[in-house]
């Protein structure tokens, strides 16, 4: 269980579930990516486990599934709330005009916010490129989240990052932007919208979160505005997903 700081206001998850799916060898056999096709209770049981002994305020998490096969057509998102006592929002992280839309699984695919405290207010936004489009902007009375999926391709990247700068600029209170930003050269992609955004990572150090068992690139970001200072970061060692989870304490200014 990863320990609260004394003092903190808002402990913020990040987590790629990868759909509850599971990590290591047996997710490729009998065949490469298997793993995605079958069901996902016993996984995702521990990973809701996990979240409960976290005891996140807020949180964002990547690669959710909607209600597939997997989950015998469940809400992924929907349980946590249910088991755990949160408020939620969810969505198909594709594009309304994509093919991905249209597939039986993947139209189920997408990414959601939590919260303890009442959402007041959310929009989903889409980028224009990259298949992966999908950004989830969540309101509570003082905290504004935005979540993102970002594209594989370098130069899309670049065009969503573009985007999420002009969203960010709307904003007029604390800020976290959170989520898998695939950013395979690290921070050093994100030094020109972090200069221009005025956001700060919450990973100085730059620890790595992927591959989960044994994290050798930072390809998951939790990125704050100014009025929030970091107590505490951490990944645990948590192997339920390809990815690592991300936990964040902060205090308000």
Known sequence: MAERCQGCCVRFLLYNIRYGAGNGTRFHLP?????YLRRSSSQFDRIVDFIRSVQPDVMGLVEVDG???RTGRLSQAELIAEQLGYHFVSETKYGAASMAKRLPLLRTQGNAILSRMPIISH???FFDEGVKRLVIQACTEHLTVFLVHLSLTYRNRQYQLERLYRLIRQVDRPVILAGDFNALWGERELQLFLGATGLVSANPEKKPSFPSRAPKRELDFILHSPELRVAQ????PVIYSD???LICDFEMR
Do not use: E, L, T
């Open 233 to 236: 970061f951490q990944i645990p």
């Open 31 to 35: 065949f490469p990516y298997a793993g």
């Open 123 to 125: 929009r989903f936004h």
């Open 67 to 69: 209600g597939s096969f």
């Open 243 to 245: 990815h690592a989870p």
